[in-house]
């Protein structure tokens, strides 16, 4: 059985800084994990989606990767920004059945002005 | 493009009676998928369907229903409706490479 772990639960950072999103994963037989963020009370905005066979996606200030082997994924914020506060999550799609996402608990991310 | 539509958005139910929510997928997407979002429990996945068929179900007992419509609408049914279901209820539609677009949510207030 597939389980998610994000570490940490809960950032606070100073506006400009980088920083950095940990997501592992138990099973490595996964065929995509995708990233997303949720603001309280509202649905989940995909961010990014790395395909099983990539190492890594770029958005803008946004950078994510994917270790298959170690199950590990991060996300990397690049200058954070007031507006990035909400919480992030991870999911993965497992390979028998890809539209099933595993999600992890989230991060919750505050960026103070 | 419009989004993922969901209805109702919020809804309040007395135990025991059962409600229907509704999810319109994204133009051209065949796949919806439902999930529950719990503070204790997070996000689990409901069921998956395509092209009208089920295609994938969670674990989560047989009071939890969905069906698809030709034109990919999703409705998902819960009956006799339990405290413990009060939750936010989550469709995501699916494109052919997997990517999960999510609409807003219904949130389920069961008293």
């Known amino acids: 059985k597939q389980e998610v772990t994000q570490i940490p639960a809960a950032l606070s950072v100073p506006e400009g800084e980088n920083l950095v999103l940990n997501c592992s994963f138990t099973?490595?037989?996964?065929?995509?994990l995708q990233w997303f963020r949720q603001d309280p009370g509202k649905g989940l905005t995909s961010l990014l989606l790395i395909q099983s066979s990539q190492r890594e996606q770029t958005s803008g200030r946004l950078n994510a990767s994917l270790d298959k082997s170690s199950g590990r994924s991060t996300l990397y914020i690049a200058a954070s920004q007031p507006g990035d506060s909400a919480t992030y999550l991870c999911a993965v799609g497992g390979k028998q059945s890809n539209y099933k996402l595993t999600f992890g608990k989230g991060t919750l991310l505050t960026v103070n002005p | 493009k419009a989004g993922v539509t969901q209805t109702p958005r919020y809804l309040i139910k007395t135990r025991g009676q059962q409600v229907t929510l509704s999810c319109s997928p994204i133009?051209?997407?065949?796949?919806v998928s439902w999930y529950q979002q719990t503070p204790g429990q997070g996000l689990q996945f409901l069921f998956e369907?395509?092209?009208?068929?089920?295609?994938n179900k969670g674990n989560f007992p047989g009071r939890f229903s969905g069906r698809q419509f030709s034109n990919s609408r999703s409705e998902m049914n819960v009956s006799t409706l339990e405290l413990g279901d009060s939750a936010l209820y989550l469709c995501a539609s699916n494109n052919l490479n997997t990517e999960a677009f999510f609409g807003q949510g219904t949130r389920l207030t069961v008293v």
């Open positions: 133009s051209g997407h065949r796949s």
């Open positions: 099973d490595s037989a996964i065929y995509n």
């Open positions: 369907y395509f092209s009208e068929t089920q295609r």
